[in-house]
């Protein structure tokens, strides 16, 4: 069964339109950051908190706009890859090994940070590129809310409802225990699944918040260690969406 945060059943309105879970495992509280509506969803064993939108859409579009230039034009998600000439996002599409074979992640990414703090996930060690003046001012805007000083910041473009993540956990060693991940998003809207262990699992139990233009969600606590998520494949997404996951990287022990 999943549980749709914000849908019609199990829920009661708010003046503002945001609807909230009347479900006791899932309860919302509202909660405010500079007049920005924000809601921190208690889930067993973590915390979200949610901000529909925490970037304007004046500076949400310029966000946009910023991450997606390229010299040659290209706007359509069937011209974006990792050989469009990127203007201030060096895009590129990485590879897992998968039996015996190299697979094409489904998405884009890139990785910034400090220069001292490499980021390895499923097999693949990324080096951190320079920070710019976007990303910074993103960072500043989070630490305002979080007091953390992010380090890193992960960059994934889904240029169509086709790129997709599957589910997995923000778990590696790097990263400490109880990590806090700030998730920016920008541009099409899509669908952030939760789901937790399967050891801890009851009946299939998921949950669902919509991540739309502008909106931000911070995993803090336990989630990483109870809880899976995905960005799953959506065939009405046509437009192309970019996810920045803000983290603190630690320096590996030598």
Not at 58 to 79: C, M, Q, V, W, Y
Not at 127 to 143: F, H
Not at 164 to 177: A, F, M, Y
Not at 210 to 230: A, D, F, N, R, V
Request: hydrophobic content about 35%.
């Amino acid at each position: 069964m999943t549980f749709d945060l914000f849908a019609d059943s199990h829920t009661s309105t708010l003046p503002d339109g945001i609807k909230l879970p009347s479900l006791a495992d899932y309860a919302c509280q509202p909660m405010m950051f500079n007049q920005i509506q924000g809601y921190k969803i208690i889930i067993p064993q973590g915390e979200l908190l949610y901000f529909p939108e925490f970037f304007s859409p004046k500076i949400a579009n310029r966000a946009l706009d910023f991450l997606l230039a390229n010299s040659a034009g290209h706007t359509l998600p069937e011209e974006l890859s990792a050989n469009t000439p990127w203007t201030n996002i060096p895009w590129q599409q990485d590879e897992i090994k998968m039996y015996g074979k190299k697979i094409p992640l489904p998405r884009l990414s890139s990785w910034h940070g400090d220069s001292d703090h490499p980021y390895t996930y499923s097999g693949i060690t990324l080096q951190s590129l320079p920070w710019n003046s976007a990303l910074d001012y993103l960072r500043d805007q989070l630490e305002a809310l979080t007091r953390t000083r992010f380090n890193s910041v992960l960059l994934n473009l889904y240029r169509d409802g086709q790129d997709h993540i599957s589910w997995h956990t923000d778990d590696e060693p790097e990263l400490g225990k109880n990590p806090m991940i700030a998730s920016v998003n920008f541009g099409e809207s899509r669908r952030f699944l939760l789901r937790r262990h399967e050891k801890e699992r009851q009946a299939n139990e998921k949950l669902e918040v919509l991540l739309g233009h502008g909106s931000l969600l911070i995993m803090q606590g336990e989630t990483q260690h109870y809880w899976q998520h995905s960005v799953p494949k959506q065939a009405k997404a046509l437009k192309p969406r970019i996810n920045l996951t803000f983290r603190h990287i630690h320096p590996r022990a030598s």
